[in-house]
């Protein structure tokens, strides 16, 4: 099969949490449906957190919107349903037996991939695209790892995304009006910085540099789980729209924006905290300096995860900025005081932003997952 002859996909998700398993399936389903020929279904268990991410009047189980058929996936899945060309079962989610049962039952086998999280670690190139046989079924199913190398599955990144980055910055105005839509209106020359993450005792250690701050702080605060060790920390109960003035910073609870905002913020920001998985891909295209609070996993692996990343994105960095960002990234993600580090990074910000460049220039060069998923279906 060729990506001229795709028809039907099937995206299975489950929110576990947060919304890094919808932001990532949504975000698949969208490049599919947009820009191959295909009818994608997007089967999800909690409406509520693709609301959340992209603001719409959906509340039925089946229904059209940006050409993909969001169906709420339910316990009773129904056995009627006939599965897809292509299925995607994200984050090994474990599809309706019935459904597997339909299935095997198809003329042509389905292409099944499981779609995993984004890991920059050594051993994902050996098991990207390995083949595992369902013990009952016999049908085949292909482990598709995302990555930031050529022999894995690449990052989600849409035909147009870098085009359309540039052209937004091209043009001071549409920051500001962008700003503007968000009620803000920044001062010259104030530093601006997104801030998403989760619960983090690091923040207070960060807020009280940027009240001290030489250079004005503008920071922007998407209503998250950041908040309240913010608000913990300034004794208020900032919400969605409160700002709060102190020193140097000004800080601003905005809401959560649609992803297509949030690519937005993310360019208009000279600096961006973000989180999980997708985020943390999008402050990549975004060519920004970035700050990665990664999802914490039992005993503390996920730090193994983060160093893999950094021993790659580092590269070419000058020794002094590579210890700065490391030390940075570390202590935000073990929740310590990262003043220093903070203030070592913002010095040499010029180099950190020009690497933020070649580092967005080197993994667009690998392909996108969207296509390397597509050119994997036989
Ligand atoms: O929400 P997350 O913490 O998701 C996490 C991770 O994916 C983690 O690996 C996974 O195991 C766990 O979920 C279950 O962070 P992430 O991945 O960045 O997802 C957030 C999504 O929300 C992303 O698609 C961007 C989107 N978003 C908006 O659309 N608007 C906003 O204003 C913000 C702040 C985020």
């Known amino acids: 099969m060729t990506a001229n002859d795709l028809k039907t996909w099937d995206i299975f998700c489950r929110v576990i949490d947060n919304y890094g398993d919808i932001g990532v399936c949504w975000r698949l389903a969208r490049q599919l449906a947009h820009e191959y020929p295909t009818q994608v279904r997007l089967?999800?268990?909690e409406l509520d957190a693709l609301i959340k991410i992209w603001p719409s009047a959906i509340s039925a189980d089946q229904q059209l919107l940006e050409k993909v058929e969001v169906c709420v996936w339910h316990e009773n899945f129904?056995?009627?349903?006939?599965p897809a060309d292509v299925v995607v079962e994200a984050f090994a989610c474990n599809l309706p037996d019935s459904y597997l049962?339909?299935?095997k039952r198809r003329a042509i086998a389905p292409n099944w991939f499981?779609?995993?999280?984004?890991s920059a670690e050594?051993?994902?190139e050996g098991c990207h695209g390995l083949l595992s046989m369902h013990p009952q079924l016999g049908l085949k199913k292909m482990f598709f790892f995302p990555g930031i190398t050529t022999k894995t599955g690449g990052l989600i990144k849409e035909a147009r995304l870098l085009e359309e980055r540039d052209q937004f910055l091209a043009n001071p105005a549409n920051r500001?009006?962008?700003?503007?839509?968000?009620e803000i209106k920044p001062a010259e020359n104030q530093l601006i910085v997104s801030l998403f993450g989760y619960e983090n005792t690091a923040i207070a250690s960060l807020l009280d540099t940027w009240i001290q701050s030489p250079t004005p702080v503008l920071c922007l605060v998407p209503a998250s789980k950041v908040l309240p060790s913010?608000?913990?920390h300034l004794g208020k109960a900032l919400n969605q729209g409160d700002e709060h003035k102190q020193g140097s910073l000004r800080l601003k609870v905005i809401p959560f924006l649609t992803q297509t905002n949030y690519d937005r913020l993310l360019w208009a920001c000279d600096i961006n905290f973000i989180r999980g998985e997708d985020s943390f891909v999008r402050a990549q295209w975004a060519a920004k300096p970035f700050i990665w609070h990664i999802y914490p996993q039992d005993e503390g692996i996920h730090m193994i995860k983060l160093d893999a990343f950094?021993?790659?994105?580092?590269k070419g960095l000058s020794p002094a900025l590579q210890r700065s960002i490391t030390a940075l990234w570390h202590e935000w993600n073990q929740g310590v005081d990262c003043s220093n580090s903070w203030n070592a990074c913002l010095a040499d910000r010029q180099n950190w932003q020009q690497h933020g460049h070649k580092w967005c220039k080197s993994l667009s060069s690998l392909g996108d997952l969207v296509s390397n998923i597509v050119r994997s279906c036989d």
Do not use: C, K, R, S
């Open 43 to 45: 089967w999800v268990d």
């Open 78 to 82: 129904d056995a009627a349903v006939e």
């Open 101 to 103: 049962t339909a299935m």
């Open 114 to 118: 499981n779609l995993e999280y984004l």
């Open 122 to 124: 050594d051993w994902v």
């Open 176 to 182: 500001a009006e962008f700003l503007e839509y968000l």
């Open 230 to 232: 913010i608000n913990n």
């Open 310 to 314: 950094l021993q790659d994105y580092l």
